[in-house]
């Protein structure tokens, strides 16, 4: 009986140290002064633009438009701009990379900007459309006061659908709010 309850204690307390230990992993993802997490950057250091590239998918059924015309450029990614949890402001540490984009498209007036909201799987999927879409807007608000004209900016909200990670864990969540770019090629 006393060796039952020793065996008892002894999992209780393990149990409470592994759970500890994962809320002081997960809470040591640094954050700047917005509570915007502060990720390792997967885009170089500024730069120029036409340096990053990646795929962009496409819908072969529509040759690649948009619905409105505008065609992504293939080959080509732009930062990916990150956001705090449940928060749709742009963060001191993400700002940098929208001020490089907007430098870019007032260089390169050819081109738009296709500007997707997206977030992690907490919440509705209702409201997660809702919050995709706040953050697109705020990317595109900044943008405007940067001086890129809005007729060259589109957003749309993915909310959860379009997981950059699928993992269970807070950097996973972290990485999935977040704002897309797209460069385009505008009608």
């Not at 917005?34 to 962009?56: C, D, H, M, V, Y």
């Not at 929208?98 to 997206?118: D, P, S, W």
């Not at 809005?150 to 704002?179: C, F, P």
Request: charged share 25%.
């Amino acid at each position: 009986m006393k060796f039952d309850k020793i065996l008892i204690v002894s999992l209780l307390t393990g149990i409470l140290f592994a759970g500890a230990g994962c809320n002081i992993f997960d809470s040591q993802i640094p954050v700047d002064q917005t509570g915007a997490p502060i990720l390792q950057s997967e885009t170089p250091p500024p730069g120029e633009i036409s340096s990053w590239t990646k795929e962009i998918e496409t819908d072969p059924m529509s040759s690649g438009l948009t619905k409105d015309g505008w065609q992504p450029i293939e080959n080509v990614t732009l930062p990916t701009v990150y956001f705090a949890y449940d928060r749709s402001v742009i963060g001191a540490s993400e700002r940098h990379k929208l001020n490089q984009v907007a430098k870019y498209l007032k260089e390169n007036t050819t081109f738009g900007l296709i500007i997707e909201g997206h977030c992690d799987e907490k919440g509705s999927a209702e409201y997660n459309r809702s919050l995709g879409e706040r953050r697109a807007i705020a990317a595109q608000d900044y943008l405007k006061k940067a001086g890129v004209s809005e007729k060259r900016l589109k957003t749309m909200s993915y909310g959860e659908d379009r997981l950059a990670h699928k993992a269970d864990t807070e950097v996973a969540h972290a990485k999935n709010r977040r704002v897309e770019l797209i460069l385009a090629k505008t009608h």
